[in-house]
């Protein structure tokens, strides 16, 4: 027992336990993130008596006596100050670590009121974020730093709305303030929590279940199997072949695998529980990675399939064969790039409740409320009308949270049991169970001419998708269809295999693949540059694809392609760390925006004028941290006379919303801002001599369909993807401590929306692949299990970061969605082979293997 204070507050807690648990379940202070709970992440931070310290390591039984502060508990001023200052930063994005990161900044603050940069870093040096890369987040500090000292809060550098402004994002009181609420965050009346029995084995035949002494003991809801699915128990993105249940009789693909359901009052008897269910098993060999599935004879990860292959592609134009044996200059080499973990800060939760009409609403987050609603209303078995998805915030998704997690197993057990339940992984499951970032194996070949012109390109993927389709066939056509690289010549082929194998699935990653074959080609490019004699900056200049041009792909690229502008603008310090005799790296990279190849692409939105007299924003798409609904109401301020006072933006839901697909491929600024556009002119048309007040109960529907060929198509120039977005980051070391000294990244995005979240997708991406360059690691034993915990991963930290230049190349010419392509997936790209480039320039090792080895970064 112990007797503290908190926010005032005093306190008498008598059942010892860790301090976030009775701050989040039984005082319901919610701005306490669980990001780990395993003393990692920051998410948690509260002061303790000034000190900022994660509350999921400290117990109740140590405070006596102590005094602890969370946002909630902080005064109005300082509230207005860090909203302010974190807003006009761009310090928020996805939001689930900024209340640990305000802590920790009134933690310094409080006794540091003029810190420097370095100092307000290393503050922050315990808590991760994965959105902004830190850089606005140290802004915001120091800006709050200022604020306190002069004692007031100035006016917002932009106000307007308009497109191009660099505005607070409209989500930022929220989410700095912690009241903005992620699923974790839902505390329902009677609710209970469930989770699933996991296989214990990678590969094995389930011959029985037992559950009997589980749901004998009191407290326990009920206890689920594969037979009490009502409808179908297969899901899966494009191939059905996740099962929700492991049913008797059929065999598991990955550690992950779901045995039973278990749902109880309380999370102490929900865990006792789970270790009360007894599975018996036939072990059987597992398929540990492409190799093993490829070789003759090889176990089934999927018995009636016919062998381990999940995806092939080929892409082919031009006579890539020829095209090389009669080049100048020949290059092949072989490339690796590994498994990667998305690492978001919020772990995957879902709260599902029945409601009156005999189905049940899911508060989800992940990256498509709409496809929740597909696939849970399927394995249910019910019309979509009984099963009701509504989006929380969403604490980062980076392409993790496109598949199902939980959000079926928590529709089945409030369909089944008729209670509202919470399902939530704990980080340790997320490490196993969301798909990852495709290991690959790569062979490429480049053929130049003497002035260093590519003349073809052939290259062989195969990647590791482990147990689950998931996306692992587009990734593995996105990987092959971008291997060519951002460049002027029509002799390309690849080939790539994706196999099945007993590891954790591989699915959508920012850069949905490219990130690796960009690695190789970028790589080769540079290598060869010196063998031509030319600068790696010049050898791209004369290759890049200019308005007007044909991409390796067929595709005529329109007038809004800014390849070359990116060159440029980093052309001045590249030059000039070169001649400093300065270790420098480039590397370019093009993405696309928007799902393309010839599937159907629909952006939608619906503005409905309601009885407030406002007009209210609905759109399917989901806001995983990117800012679509500050981009959204820019496009409304900038295409009616509406004001932002007379705008709301309302979470994504199934029942009003417009299905506008999922939040990938860098889609949904382009896709669903020009069905917003169109949603505008019919509203204009309808507002001429009215005011809202004339207009309330009306919708304007707007829709746009981002129509393309398919691969393969049988026409000349094929259009692959209705807009690119380009890139070149350049990487600068320090030579004497062969640490990363900058990174420049200039971006094309098109029209820039807001110039300032432009740069902390930016920032975000450049640090994220700093990370994957240079230090992440996610290490799989023999029995198919990931080993690493969320802190052993390898990822980048405040006071690790070099200094970054995000450069915002603002070229129009897109004719939709007023000229804006999209930023989301290419920040990460050009990274690592820029950073490759560096390292070989310091010391002449060619590294073809990520993370990059023998740098002041790699663990011995």
């Not at 044996?325 to 599902?352: D, G, M, S």
């Not at 969403?394 to 079926?408: C, I, P, R, W, Y």
């Amino acid at each position: 027992m112990a007797t503290f204070v908190v926010n005032g507050q005093n306190v008498t807690v008598e059942q010892n336990q860790k301090l976030i648990r009775y701050l989040r379940d039984e005082m319901h202070l919610t701005s306490v993130k669980d990001g780990c709970s395993e003393g990692a992440c920051g998410t948690c931070h509260v002061l303790i008596d000034g000190k900022a310290t994660k509350a999921c390591v400290v117990s109740t039984d140590k405070l006596e006596g102590k005094s602890i502060i969370t946002v909630e508990g902080l005064s109005d001023f300082e509230k207005e100050v860090y909203t302010y200052a974190f807003g006009e930063a761009g310090a928020v994005q996805c939001g689930f670590c900024i209340p640990g990161m305000i802590i920790s900044a009134k933690g310094l603050l409080d006794v540091n009121p003029d810190p420097t940069r370095e100092e307000a870093a290393f503050a922050i040096r315990n808590n991760i974020c994965r959105c902004t890369g830190y850089v606005k987040i140290i802004d915001g500090i120091l800006l709050a730093a200022k604020i306190f000292r002069e004692g007031r809060i100035p006016k917002p550098s932009a106000d307007d709305w308009q497109i191009g402004s660099r505005m607070q994002r409209l989500d930022v009181p929220e989410k700095v303030q912690g009241y903005g609420k992620y699923p974790d965050d839902w505390y329902i009346d009677g609710m209970c929590y469930g989770s699933a029995v996991r296989s214990e084995h990678p590969r094995a035949r389930v011959l029985a279940i037992h559950t009997e002494e589980a749901k004998a003991l009191e407290g326990v809801v009920c206890v689920l199997t594969a037979e009490d699915i009502p409808g179908k128990n297969y899901v899966g993105h494009i191939k059905k072949d996740q099962p929700t249940l492991i049913p008797v009789g059929e065999i598991t693909h990955y550690l992950g695998d779901a045995i039973a359901l278990v749902c109880a009052r309380d999370q102490k008897t929900l865990e006792e529980a789970k270790k009360l269910v007894r599975v018996e098993y036939e072990v059987l060999p597992a398929v540990h990675n492409p190799e093993e599935a490829a070789a003759p004879n090889a176990p089934l990860v999927f018995e009636t399939d016919k062998d381990n292959v999940q995806a092939y592609k080929h892409v082919s134009r031009g006579n890539a064969e020829e095209a090389i044996r009669n080049a100048k200059h020949v290059i092949t080499r072989k490339f690796h790039t590994p498994w990667t973990e998305h690492a978001f800060l919020e772990p995957e939760c879902c709260v599902a409740y029945p409601i009156e009409n005999g189905g049940v609403r899911l508060l989800t987050t992940d990256q498509s409320a709409h496809t929740t609603l597909h696939e849970c209303a399927s394995m249910l078995g019910v019309p979509h009308e009984q099963c009701e998805v509504e989006n929380q915030l969403v604490g980062g998704g980076f392409g993790g949270k496109e598949d199902m997690s939980v959000q079926h197993h928590a529709a089945l057990i409030a369909y089944v049991a008729r209670v509202p339940v919470k399902v939530k992984l704990s980080r340790a499951e997320s490490i196993l169970i969301h798909p990852k970032r495709h290991p690959m194996d790569m062979e490429f070949t480049m053929g130049c001419d003497e002035n260093g012109i590519i003349q073809g390109v052939k290259a062989r993927v195969v990647s590791d998708t482990g147990a689950f389709a998931s996306l692992g066939g587009p990734v593995l056509e996105r990987a092959c269809t971008h291997a060519a690289g951002p460049y002027a010549y029509e002799n390309f082929e690849i080939e790539g295999t994706a196999y099945y194998t007993n590891n954790p699935p591989a699915g959508a990653f920012r850069g949905f693949g490219v990130t690796q074959t960009c690695f190789a080609t970028e790589s080769l490019l540079n290598e060869m540059a010196d063998i031509v004699g030319i600068s790696p900056w010049e050898i791209r200049y004369r290759n890049a694809i200019r308005p007007g041009g044909v991409l390796p792909n067929g595709q005529i690229v329109d007038e809004s392609t800014g390849l070359v502008e990116t060159l440029e603008a980093v052309r001045e310090q590249y030059d000039a760390a070169v001649a400093a005799g300065k270790p420098v790296g480039i590397a370019c990279a093009m993405k696309n925006s928007g799902v393309g190849v010839g599937l159907p692409d629909w952006g939608r939105c619906k503005l409905i004028v309601e009885d407030d007299k406002k007009l209210h924003i609905y759109t399917g798409a989901s806001c995983i941290g990117q800012g679509l609904g500050t981009v959204l109401v820019q496009m409304i301020c900038t295409n009616t006379p509406l004001g932002r006072d007379d705008i709301v933006y309302e979470r994504s839901n199934t029942w009003i919303a417009p299905d506008s697909g999922d939040t990938s491929g860098s889609r949904q600024t382009l896709v669903t801002g020009e069905a917003c556009r169109r949603a505008c002119e019919k509203f204009n048309e309808a507002y001429v001599g009215k005011t809202l007040a004339d207009l309330v109960g009306q919708e304007f529907y707007g829709e746009y369909l981002a129509k393309t060929d398919p691969l393969g198509a049988d026409v000349p120039n094929p259009v692959s993807h209705v807009a690119y977005g380009y890139a070149t980051q350049v990487c600068i070391l320090d030579k004497e401590s062969g640490r990363v000294e900058k990174m420049i990244a200039a971006h094309d995005v098109g029209r820039a929306v807001n110039p300032l979240s432009c740069e902390g997708q930016i920032e975000g991406g450049v640090v994220m692949s700093l990370g994957y360059a240079l230090t992440e690691k996610y290490p799989i034993d023999d029995n198919c299990k990931p080993t690493a915990k969320y802190g052993m991963l390898g990822l980048f930290k405040a006071n690790q970061i070099p200094e970054i230049e995000a450069i915002v190349v603002d070229k129009p010419g897109l004719n939709v969605a007023c000229g804006a392509i999209g930023i989301g997936e290419i920040t990460s790209i050009p990274t690592a082979p820029a950073i490759a480039d560096a390292y070989r320039r310091l010391d002449g090792e060619l590294r073809t293997e990520l993370p990059l080895k023998n740098t002041p970064y790699a663990k011995k």
